[in-house]
Structure formats: C-alpha cells, structure tokens
C-alpha cells in the first residue's frame, strides 16, 4: 500500500514503543465507531495512550527520515509498476520481457550508485495485498542487494547484473497456482513442496527468455539454499552457492520477515535484523553480505525505538554506515542527534 509520494519510511509498530513523533498510516476507531487517530495524523502522546486503552497493539506508522532517500521515491512505486506487467506477461507468454526489466533496474541502481554515502536513507512501499507484495518485494530485493554489492566492493558491470537478478529473483512463482501462492494461512506439505518449486520455474523462465548468465540464474535458481546445506531445492552448500544468490537470500529473508502478509503480521526491522544476524552464527547466510548489510541499514533500522544512556526515548531517522551502533535520531522534544557526533550519548535498549 503506498499511500502517500513523499519521503518517509513506514514501519508497523508496537503501540508500546511509539514515541510521539510518527505519523498514522490509517485511521483507527474505538468500539463506538468513534475516530481515535485518522489517517495522515500525527500520533501525539495523548492519541497513544488513547490506543491503549481501546486495545490497539500495533499499528502503521510513518517515520519522517532527516535524510534524501538513495532512490527517488517515484522511481521505486513506478519500478513496482512495471514488474507488475513483466510478471503478468511471464504468467501468459512464459517469457521474461528482459529489456523492461533492464531499464527498471538500471534506473534504480543508478540512483543508488549517484547516492551512496556514509549516511544511508532507504524508502520502502508498503504493499496492501499478497499479490501486490510479490512486485513490491522484487523491488526491494534489488535495491537492498543493490546498496550490499556495492558496500562489498563489486564492479559496475556485476552491480548491474545483480540489480537485474534481484528485479526478478522470484519470477518462477508467476507458474505457482494462486490459491498456493496467495494462502492467507500456512501451507500443507504438499503445497509448499509446490511452492519451492518457484525456484526451478524461474531458471527455465529464464533460459526459455535468452538469459544464460550464470550469475542471474543462480539468482533466481538459489537464492533459497543455505551454507549448511539445508536449503531448496539442491542442497547447495558453502562455495557452491554463487555471491549473487548469497546477497538475494540475505536480502529476501530481511524483506519477508519486515513485510506484512494475510498468514503473518509484520516483524520490526530491529527484530528482522537479530534474526539474520542469527541465521549468519548459524553458518546458513553469508557473514560477509550480512555484515554488509547491517552496515547499511543498521542494526538498529529506520524507524526502531531505542533509549539512550541519558533516559530519553528516541527513534532512529538515519543510519551512518561507518558506525551502524550509532544511528541519527530524533528525541522525544523534536531534536535530531546523529550519535557519530554526540559522544556523550549511546543506544542502551530498544523498545520492541
């Protein structure tokens, strides 16, 4: 669901942890019908105690960034657009439209190269239904994984074949039947056996579609194997798994776990990033793209409440990539703060 074209980034939130400074997403009403905060409200400190006492335990917010997004947000809804027509085209045609996937692609990854810096501002889409996560969630995927090879050093021509890669790295699942791949519950056996079989459409997609770069089949082909072997649909371990594919599984783990589904609510993208941290110790994602990865969005993410040392609750509003323990945030008066400069002051918890 993207609501609004303007910079923000929109997070689901505890009640419990808001701090003041958000902006509502929708417009909730008591049991009476009565209206407790609308949409496009800013949700003051009484509004949150009113959340809480009509039972409301989350909810969508948005966070105003003090940054510029690295993409234009236009840019990212319009990408969400077109991969919408390349999968429909998939689904009819069996074929991938490859240079419409190519200028997406390239548009997005040029605004990330244009705007890479030490201090990192990314915006997401907010998808409203299950299908309109499949396009929302290939975007993202690419621009994340975009931002971690070009952190991990990779060249402009391996940039641009990885954003391509990602654009498209679950295009097999336009063959999955619909009322697998749009289950508001979870999957039998049998059916998610159907479903990791995604992965294998998408490569034959691919070749039937004239891309035979073994670095964007890998993409799509692998992206759900893990180091230790435990993975689908191969059991593909550690070197046999290529940089492309490690980069797309990191990234489309975080993307899933912070996406809102039908069959599972939204984690925070604090609680995402300690479950792929996790998942790293495990030897099952790559340390490497991981590490790369928390450096550019932060172990304490875009839109995470934290309490510094002094008492004060804050909300992160910008990542510095040099230093993710100490994001820029904004305290509970209005204040920014960019902790890289603000010795005095450090992260001690955060408020889930």
Same mark, same amino acid.
């Given at each position: 669901?993207?609501?609004?074209?303007?910079?923000?980034?929109? +997070?689901?939130?505890?009640?419990?942890?808001?701090?003041?400074?958000?902006?509502?997403?929708?417009?909730?009403?008591?049991?009476?019908?009565?209206?407790?905060?609308? &949409?496009?409200? @800013?949700?003051?400190?009484?509004?949150?105690?009113?959340?809480?006492?009509?039972?409301?335990?989350?909810?969508?917010?948005?966070?105003?960034?003090?940054?510029?997004?690295? +993409?234009? !947000?236009?840019?990212?809804?319009?990408?969400?657009?077109?991969?919408?027509?390349?999968?429909?085209?998939?689904?009819?045609?069996? @074929?991938?439209?490859?240079?419409?996937?190519? @200028?997406?692609?390239?548009? +997005?990854?040029?605004?990330?190269?244009?705007?890479?810096?030490?201090?990192?501002?990314?915006?997401?889409?907010?998808?409203?239904?299950?299908?309109?996560?499949?396009?929302?969630?290939?975007?993202? +995927?690419?621009?994340?994984?975009?931002?971690?090879?070009?952190?991990?050093?990779?060249?402009?021509?391996?940039?641009?074949?990885?954003?391509?890669?990602?654009?498209?790295?679950?295009?097999?699942?336009?063959?999955?039947?619909? %009322?697998?791949?749009?289950?508001? =519950?979870?999957?039998?056996?049998?059916?998610?056996?159907?479903?990791?079989?995604? !992965?294998?459409?998408?490569?034959?997609?691919?070749?039937?579609?004239?891309?035979?770069?073994? =670095?964007?089949?890998?993409?799509?082909?692998?992206?759900?194997?893990?180091?230790?072997?435990?993975?689908? $649909?191969?059991?593909?371990?550690?070197?046999?798994?290529? $940089?492309? &594919? =490690?980069?797309?599984?990191?990234?489309?783990?975080?993307?899933?776990?912070?996406?809102?589904?039908?069959?599972?609510?939204?984690?925070?993208?604090?609680?995402?990033?300690?479950?792929?941290?996790?998942? &790293?110790?495990?030897?099952?994602?790559?340390?490497?793209?991981?590490?790369?990865?928390?450096?550019? $969005?932060? $172990?304490?993410?875009?839109?995470?409440?934290?309490?510094?040392?002094?008492?004060?609750?804050?909300?992160?509003?910008? !990542?510095?990539?040099?230093?993710?323990?100490?994001?820029?945030?904004?305290?509970?008066?209005? %204040?920014?703060?960019?902790?890289? %400069?603000?010795?005095?002051?450090?992260?001690?918890?955060?408020?889930?």
């Amino acid at each position: 669901m993207y609501l609004e074209a303007e910079v923000g980034q929109y +997070v689901l939130k505890n009640v419990g942890s808001l701090t003041g400074l958000e902006t509502s997403l929708e417009t909730i009403t008591d049991r009476n019908g009565s209206i407790v905060v609308r &949409a496009g409200e @800013r949700i003051t400190p009484e509004k949150i105690e009113l959340l809480k006492s009509n039972g409301v335990n989350r909810i969508w917010v948005k966070v105003e960034e003090v940054l510029p997004p690295l +993409v234009d !947000v236009r840019k990212i809804d319009e990408a969400k657009e077109q991969i919408q027509q390349v999968f429909d085209t998939v689904a009819t045609k069996l @074929r991938i439209e490859t240079e419409q996937v190519w @200028r997406v692609s390239q548009t +997005v990854l040029n605004d990330i190269v244009r705007n890479y810096g030490d201090k990192i501002s990314l915006v997401f889409l907010v998808q409203q239904t299950d299908e309109d996560y499949t396009y929302t969630h290939e975007v993202h +995927v690419s621009m994340i994984s975009s931002l971690v090879g070009l952190e991990m050093g990779l060249k402009l021509e391996e940039l641009s074949h990885l954003a391509f890669s990602a654009m498209i790295h679950d295009v097999g699942k336009a063959l999955v039947p619909k %009322e697998i791949l749009l289950a508001s =519950r979870k999957l039998t056996p049998e059916e998610f056996e159907i479903m990791k079989k995604h !992965v294998a459409f998408g490569e034959r997609i691919c070749r039937q579609s004239g891309l035979n770069d073994e =670095r964007v089949i890998s993409s799509v082909r692998d992206h759900h194997e893990k180091l230790d072997g435990s993975g689908y $649909l191969s059991g593909l371990s550690d070197r046999q798994i290529s $940089l492309f &594919a =490690r980069i797309v599984s990191v990234v489309d783990i975080y993307d899933a776990l912070v996406s809102n589904r039908s069959y599972k609510p939204s984690w925070t993208p604090y609680k995402a990033m300690t479950e792929i941290i996790r998942l &790293a110790s495990l030897n099952k994602l790559d340390a490497k793209v991981v590490k790369s990865m928390v450096s550019l $969005l932060g $172990l304490y993410p875009i839109g995470t409440t934290v309490v510094l040392n002094e008492g004060t609750k804050a909300i992160v509003v910008g !990542v510095n990539r040099r230093n993710p323990l100490r994001p820029i945030v904004q305290i509970e008066n209005g %204040e920014t703060i960019d902790l890289t %400069e603000e010795k005095n002051l450090r992260v001690v918890s955060v408020l889930e």
